[in-house]
């Protein structure tokens, strides 16, 4: 490995000190970003255009707002443009096999941000940047069975997913459920998607209400955006967020931090979304032919209560 290349297994580095190499024309990196659904998702756009702009590199980027097809047209004008390195933070997790097979004949080297994909040839892209979001899902499991592990009645869970077939959606799920339901006395009485919004996170939260009221004992929500969301239908419905329904999250967004201080959130699972500095890094790696681990997995905390009010100043986004 060259001097300067990404560790094997390593973590995120800090934003600054981006080792810049002066190439006889810019860097051109094609980046096709998910959409905008999210603070998180806007803090990770923000991040890597700035991280781009830090590094020297000529970033086109293109906002598929939530759909698989806008991003294979824009992944297929990146082909045509003949850039340097292609990124993508890809909506959901399959069917990826075609258009991935494509920039591999074009011979681009493609960076898979944040989300996974599930392909047969993993050969298709060069590394993947971002969260173990199933170890996401065990850490919210592992917090509520540590905090109702008193708990004399069932407890009665209520879940708001992602973008259906998402790889946060179903990794975080899935992590959360390996945990929870080995346990005695756990049931997920609803599991419905909000699509990681703060409108649908409250909406769908309101029909929860309404059909299992003062029942539920839990909520596990994806994603801050839809627990803001449920936090306002709780409130609306006269019950007590954080208090009458414990309420866990994941991401780490300072609004959700903010809650987390007022008891209205029990605990947050942080989500790195600042990828970019690191997005930067492996792409100048590969331009100068280096090798690049398969996996690169930032460091992530968990918050309770008692960190917030110590923790929230220093959140970046």
């Given at each position: 490995?060259?001097?300067?290349?990404?560790?094997?297994?390593?973590?995120?580095?800090?934003?600054t000190g981006?080792?810049?190499?002066q190439?006889v024309?810019?860097?051109?990196?094609?980046?096709?970003?998910?959409?905008?659904?999210?603070?998180?998702?806007?803090?990770?756009?923000?991040?890597?255009?700035?991280?781009a702009?830090e590094a020297?590199?000529?970033?086109?980027?293109?906002?598929?707002?939530?759909?698989?097809?806008?991003?294979?047209?824009?992944?297929r004008?990146?082909?045509?443009?003949?850039?340097?390195?292609?990124?993508?933070?890809?909506?959901?997790?399959?069917g990826?096999?075609?258009?991935?097979?494509?920039?591999?004949?074009?011979?681009?080297p493609?960076?898979?941000s944040?989300?996974?994909?599930?392909?047969?040839?993993?050969s298709?892209y060069?590394?993947?940047?971002?969260?173990?979001?199933?170890?996401?899902?065990?850490?919210a499991?592992?917090?509520?069975?540590d905090?109702?592990?008193?708990?004399?009645?069932?407890?009665?869970?209520?879940?708001?997913?992602?973008t259906?077939?998402s790889?946060?959606s179903?990794?975080?799920?899935?992590g959360?459920?390996?945990?929870?339901?080995?346990?005695?006395?756990?049931?997920?009485?609803?599991s419905?998607?909000?699509?990681?919004?703060?409108?649908r996170?409250?909406?769908?939260?309101?029909t929860?209400l309404?059909?299992?009221?003062?029942?539920?004992?839990?909520?596990?929500?994806?994603?801050?955006?839809?627990a803001?969301?449920?936090?306002?239908?709780?409130?609306e419905?006269?019950?007590?967020?954080?208090?009458d329904?414990?309420?866990?999250?994941?991401?780490?967004?300072?609004?959700a931090?903010?809650?987390?201080g007022?008891?209205?959130?029990?605990?947050?699972?942080?989500c790195?979304?600042l990828?970019?500095?690191?997005?930067?890094?492996?792409?100048?790696e590969?331009?100068?032919g280096?090798?690049?681990?398969?996996?690169?997995?930032?460091?992530e905390?968990?918050?309770?209560?008692?960190?917030?009010?110590?923790?929230?100043?220093?959140?970046?986004?």
């Open positions: 490995m060259g001097e300067g290349a990404i560790a094997e297994g390593g973590t995120l580095p800090e934003a981006i080792e810049l190499i190439p024309r810019p860097i051109v990196l094609g980046f096709s970003q998910l959409g905008s659904e999210s603070e998180w998702r806007m803090a990770n756009t923000n991040s890597v255009k700035e991280a702009k020297g590199i000529e970033l086109l980027f293109e906002n598929a707002e939530q759909s698989q097809e806008k991003q294979f047209e824009a992944i004008s990146f082909i045509k443009r003949k850039v340097d390195v292609i990124a993508i933070a890809p909506v959901v997790h399959s990826w096999d075609e258009i991935l097979t494509e920039v591999k004949q074009a011979g681009i493609l960076i898979i944040d989300r996974s994909v599930d392909v047969g040839d993993t298709l060069v590394t993947h940047i971002g969260a173990d979001l199933y170890e996401e899902g065990r850490k499991g592992k917090y509520l069975v905090k109702m592990r008193d708990a004399a009645e069932t407890v009665q869970i209520v879940e708001l997913r992602g259906e077939g790889s946060p179903i990794q975080r799920g899935q959360f459920r390996d945990i929870v339901l080995k346990q005695p006395g756990y049931k997920i009485m609803a419905v998607d909000a699509d990681f919004t703060f409108e996170g409250k909406e769908a939260m309101g929860l309404e059909q299992y009221g003062g029942e539920m004992d839990v909520l596990f929500a994806q994603n801050d955006d839809m803001l969301g449920a936090i306002e239908a709780i409130e419905y006269g019950l007590r967020p954080g208090v329904i414990v309420i866990i999250s994941v991401d780490g967004t300072r609004r931090f903010m809650m987390l007022e008891g209205k959130i029990n605990c947050i699972v942080e790195n979304p990828l970019g500095p690191n997005m930067m890094q492996a792409v100048q590969l331009v100068a280096r090798t690049l681990p398969k996996r690169i997995v930032p460091q905390s968990v918050y309770t209560e008692q960190m917030a009010k110590k923790e929230t100043p220093f959140r970046k986004y």
